[in-house]
C-alpha cells in the first residue's frame, strides 16, 4: 500500500525538486526551519512556476482543524487546484498539518514532505497517517494519505538541540525494542547511545525507514495487524504529553512510555531483568527528570481517550525477549501497573 518515493542523502531535496520543476505548489513550513534554513528553503522556492508559503509559529499549538481551515483559505485564495502539490518542511507536527490538509484538500492534493527532526525522518514522515489534534487529545482527526515524494537530508539534523535530539531518540529505540535481532543481524552500532555519542544517523535512518515500511505494508490502515507494534511507548507519551506541568517534546514523553512497557512486560515475566537493565541504559539519557507520580492524574484521564481503547480495555504493545507482544488489558489495571511503576519511578533496582 505504500506508493512514497523517498530520497535519502544531501542531494534529496534536489530530487524532490526535479519532481516539483515547473509545478504550482503551497508551502507549509515551520517558522525555526525558515529562519535557520532560508537558503535552502529560498532555493527550493525557485523551482516551482508559482508557489505560496504558509509559515507556521509554534506548530504543535497549531495542528489544529481551525488552523487547516485556514490555510484551505489561503489555497482558495492561491487557485490551489488538487492537481498541484502541497510541501511540508519540517518537524513530525509540520507534517502531520500538512499532510492531512493536502488528504482532504479537494479530496487529495500532491504531497510532498521535507523532514528536519530526527522524528520526522525516522518515522512519521512515511507510513501515511495525518493527523490535527482536538480538544488538546493527540491525534484525534486524522487520515491515511501518504507523501508522493520524501526528502531525506540527514545534514539537516546537525542544527537541532538536545531536547530535539533527545526526542529523536525516544523513536529510534522504540525501533530496537521492536526488532533487536534486526539491529543486531545488520550490524548497527547503538552503543552511542549509552555512552551519549552521537549516531551514525546517516546510516540509522534510512535502516529504521525499511524497518517500519514493513510493518506499514503488512497492516496499512492499521487494523491490529503488524502496524500496531509502532504504537510501542505511545499509549503512555500520548496520554502524558498534553500536560502541562511538565512541558514534554513527543519522544521524550515516549521515552517514558518505553520505560513503563518494559515495566509491564518485565512484571508479566516476558523480559529478563538483564534486559530490563539493557533497555534502561539505552532510554536514561533521554528520560527527563520527572516524578512519575505526578503524572498519574493524567495518565488516568486521558488514557481513556486513547485511539486503541475499546470497552474499557487498552490495545497495549510491549516489548519481549526477541520482539513484541500485545495484548488487551484493562484501563484500570494499566493505571494499577503505573501507580507501581511510579511509586518506584521507574527505577530498575526496584522492579
Known amino acids: 500500500m505504500n506508493k512514497s518515493k523517498c530520497f535519502f542523502g544531501v542531494n534529496s531535496w534536489r530530487d524532490c525538486g526535479f519532481q516539483l520543476q515547473g509545478t504550482k505548489g503551497l508551502i507549509v513550513i515551520d517558522k525555526k526551519v525558515r529562519d535557520l534554513h532560508k537558503h535552502r528553503v529560498d532555493k527550493l522556492l525557485g523551482v516551482f512556476s508559482s508557489v505560496k508559503e504558509v509559515i507556521v509559529d509554534e506548530v504543535e499549538k497549531h495542528k489544529t482543524l481551525k488552523y487547516a481551515e485556514l490555510i484551505t483559505q489561503k489555497a482558495l485564495d492561491f487557485n490551489l487546484n488538487r492537481n498541484d502539490w502541497v510541501i511540508g518542511v519540517g518537524g513530525g507536527a509540520t507534517l502531520d498539518l500538512a499532510g492531512f490538509f493536502a488528504s482532504i484538500y479537494k479530496r487529495g492534493a500532491n504531497l510532498c514532505y521535507l523532514p528536519t527532526t530526527i522524528i520526522a525522518q525516522v518515522d512519521s514522515s512515511y507510513g501515511g497517517k495525518t493527523a490535527v489534534n482536538f480538544q488538546g487529545y493527540k491525534n ?24 530535539e535530539v533527545y526526542n529523536g531518540l525516544g523513536e529510534i529505540i522504540k525501533y530496537i525494542m521492536l526488532e533487536p535481532k534486526t539491529f543486531k543481524d545488520a550490524d548497527i552500532d547503538i552503543t552511542p547511545l549509552v555512552n551519549d555519542e552521537s ?33 510501542l511507548g505511545h499509549t503512555i507519551g500520548h496520554a502524558i504529553e498534553k500536560q502541562s506541568e511538565y512541558p514534554l517534546g513527543h519522544g521524550q514523553a515516549v521515552a517514558i512510555g518505553l520505560h513503563f512497557s518494559v515495566y509491564v512486560a518485565y512484571s508479566k515475566g516476558k523480559l529478563e531483568l538483564d534486559k530490563v537493565k539493557y533497555y534502561y541504559k539505552l532510554l536514561k539519557r533521554i528520560i527527563p527528570n520527572v516524578p512519575y507520580k505526578n503524572l498519574t492524574e493524567y495518565v488516568t484521564i486521558n488514557l481513556k481517550q486513547d485511539k486503541k481503547v475499546e470497552r474499557e480495555k487498552v490495545l497495549f504493545i510491549y516489548p519481549v525477549e526477541l520482539g513484541w507482544e500485545k495484548e488487551w488489558i484493562k484501563n484500570e489495571s494499566l493505571v494499577h501497573y503505573w501507580t507501581k511503576f511510579a511509586e518506584v519511578n521507574g527505577n530498575v533496582d526496584y522492579f
Open 140 to 163: 484525534q482527526l486524522g487520515s491515511f494519505y501518504p507523501a508522493n515524494i520524501i526528502g531525506i537530508d540527514t545534514s539537516l539534523l546537525s542544527t537541532l538541540n538536545n531536547r
Open 199 to 231: 549516531l551514525d544517523f546517516e546510516k540509522i535512518i534510512p535502516f529504521c525507514y525499511q524497518i517500519k515500511i514493513k510493518y506499514v505494508n503488512d497492516d496499512y490502515y492499521d487494523k491490529e495487524g503488524k502496524r500496531i507494534a509502532l504504537n
